[in-house]
């Protein structure tokens, strides 16, 4: 231990190295030069670091400037495609709207046609109701039946129609959705860019976020951004179009339809006029000869009665001279003899005998007659009750029905 403290207290009070003056010197020109190099060395870099920072200053507000500059340009772009598309959803909205009145008129003109179409089957089958020779297959039958023909053919073609401007009011809502969604897009777009083209270096709220600085995978170019905008615009402006001109053909539909079923409402109804006036003119001509009938059955009547008492009036003649013939065959002998009173009392029995037979004859020609003019009279009664009731079914039943229909432009 002794050993040991003894060798290190001799090391500590060893004299230290001695250098000459010129080493000295050497070493303070040395100093000097060094601190000279570094100084100079540190004075480039502070000028340098000034001209940098003076670079970058710049540089970065240019840089900012031109940021700016374009979030301006990038925000006036899509204020022009926001307008654009507001433009267009405007005008498809109104479309949209139009649209949805002429199928609300389509339907209340399919509507209409039902009540006409009800009207003129229930004439047809009225008109069933008629009987005997007025059963007939007449012009007001003819013209029914193409009232119901073209009803028909109205509703299914308003069908088909209203069919259609379902489908088109679809495709427009679905192009106005299709507008609406990039209207939203370009709405929040809009905002982030107005709020990040105000946001300025002393501005709340500003952070580092590491990674920030790159492209997103999902974005798209600016020309796909401009196509997909100007294909929705295409596209609602193709469906607005479409919409328009399927008004004008909805329009021309319902005028053209209003205009058949009304004039073939005016055809029947001229048909039925026709025939209703043909009708009361044959039973009114039915009816004079039916006066004419009974009055002559009355005159026949009469003459029948005439031509009995004719006939009976002859019985007591006949009997006188069958009496006389017969009492004068008691004359005795050559007393019965054949004079001119025998001949003319058999002549007198002879005529009176053609008398009666000829009025006995004349008596059954006129009950003939009689007969017939009763047929006759029955026949026309029959015709005139089957004329009553066509008139009826015509002019009280069906044309009563027809007076409600009125038909208007749809």
């Known amino acids: 231990m002794d050993f040991l403290y003894c060798s290190k207290m001799a090391k500590l009070v060893q004299p230290p190295t001695r250098f000459t003056h010129q080493d000295w010197k050497t070493s303070n020109l040395t100093k000097y030069a060094n601190a000279e190099v570094e100084r100079a060395a540190s004075e480039r870099l502070v000028e340098e670091s000034k001209r940098l920072s003076d670079e970058t200053e710049k540089r970065t507000e240019k840089t900012q400037r031109d940021v700016n500059k374009k979030f301006q340009q990038r925000i006036d772009d899509i204020k022009y495609w926001k307008q654009e598309l507001d433009d267009k959803l405007n005008g498809l909205c109104i479309e949209i709207d139009n649209l949805l009145a002429f199928k609300t008129r389509v339907e209340k ?29 007449d012009d007001v039958q003819k013209q029914l ?69 790159k492209i997103e995978a999902n974005s798209v170019c600016p020309e796909d951004w401009q196509d997909f905008s100007n294909e929705n615009i295409l596209k609602g402006e193709r469906e607005r179009q479409s919409s328009v001109e399927l008004r004008s053909l909805i329009d021309g539909i319902l005028q053209q339809t209003s205009n058949d079923m009304r004039k073939q409402c005016a055809d029947v109804n001229l048909a039925f006029t026709t025939r209703i006036n043909e009708t009361k003119d044959a039973k009114s001509k039915l009816e004079d000869h039916l006066n004419k009938v009974i009055n002559q059955i009355k005159e026949i009547e009469e003459n029948i009665t005439r031509l009995q008492k004719a006939i009976a009036d002859k019985e007591l003649p006949m009997k006188l001279s069958q009496t006389r013939l017969d009492t004068r065959t008691n004359r005795p002998n050559v007393e ?30 006129a009950e003939d007659s009689l007969k017939g003019l009763i047929r006759n009279q029955l026949s026309l009664e029959e015709d005139i009750e089957i004329k009553s009731n066509t008139l009826f079914i015509d002019e009280v039943e069906c044309m009563g029905m027809r007076k409600s229909i009125n038909i208007q432009n749809f």
């Open 109 to 137: 003109a399919l509507e209409a046609t039902a009540e006409p179409l009800h009207i003129a089957k229930q004439c047809l089958a009225n008109r069933e109701k008629r009987r005997a020779i007025d059963l007939v297959h």
């Open 145 to 213: 039946l193409k009232e119901v023909e073209t009803i028909e053919g109205v509703q299914a073609l308003l069908q088909r129609t209203l069919e259609q401007s379902q489908e088109q009011i679809r495709l427009n809502r679905k192009a106005k959705f299709q507008l609406e969604k990039d209207l939203k897009d370009k709405f929040s777009a809009l905002s982030i860019d107005e709020y990040c083209e105000n946001l300025r270096n002393n501005s709340a709220g500003l952070r580092f976020k590491e990674g920030s600085a």
């Open 336 to 365: 019965l003899c054949r004079d001119p009173v025998q001949y003319r009392l058999i002549e007198e029995v002879n005529e009176i005998e053609e008398s009666v037979a000829r009025l006995q004859e004349r008596l059954s020609n």
